[in-house]
């Protein structure tokens, strides 16, 4: 707790309640204040994620705990943003929107090899950039493009591997 600096026990403040947005202090020396929102999921969405859990757990040779079963009831979010900048209500809006800027990062680094350099010379580099970020902008124009054209949902990752660029990406990676 940020007054007190004793410990909590989440599921215990988490009881009888649906939603708790409050502050506290995480992490060990220095303590940074946080807020805790919580709320709970539909009964679908924590059957949902406790058979995703449970299978997990399984193949990796272990039972997922009770305490981590309740836990899988809740959407927990732990942000540092001040309240005046971001409203409770559009947590889980941003946290979508910013899930999605990860996956595009990921996709970035592992199929555009963004993150490959083949020259030392800094110039070379930022035109190595450039010329990824180029090649995957156009990737995914003409991902967006078959995929409306089939009428399916957009998936960076299947359409990567259904467009095979690799050909597409081989002027991006050459050796200076």
């Known amino acids: 707790k940020p007054d007190t600096n004793e410990k909590i026990d989440l599921l215990v403040l988490l009881k009888n309640q649906e939603f708790m947005a409050k502050e506290f202090l995480l992490g060990s020396q220095p303590k940074l204040k946080v807020r805790v929102v919580c709320q709970k999921l539909t009964q679908e969405q924590a059957a949902y994620r406790r058979r995703k859990a449970n299978r997990l757990a399984k193949s990796r040779g272990y039972t997922s705990s009770r305490r981590n079963q309740n836990l ?3 959407a927990i979010f732990i942000i540092n943003i001040p309240s005046s900048y971001v409203a409770v209500e559009d947590l889980s809006k941003l946290y979508r929107l910013r899930w999605q800027v990860e996956l595009l990062f990921k996709l970035y680094k592992s199929y555009g090899g963004i993150d490959k350099f083949y020259s030392k ?47 597409f990406f081989s002027f991006a990676c050459r050796r200076s």
């Not at 930022?126 to 156009?138: F, R, S, W």
């Not at 990737?139 to 998936?155: I, M, P, R, T």
């Open 121 to 167: 010379k800094p110039y070379l580099v930022l035109c190595q950039i450039y010329t990824k970020i180029i090649a995957m902008a156009g990737f995914h124009s003409l991902a967006n493009c078959l995929c409306l054209q089939q009428g399916k949902e957009f998936s960076p990752m299947k359409a990567f591997d259904y467009l095979e660029p690799e050909d």
């Open 72 to 74: 899988l009831d809740w």
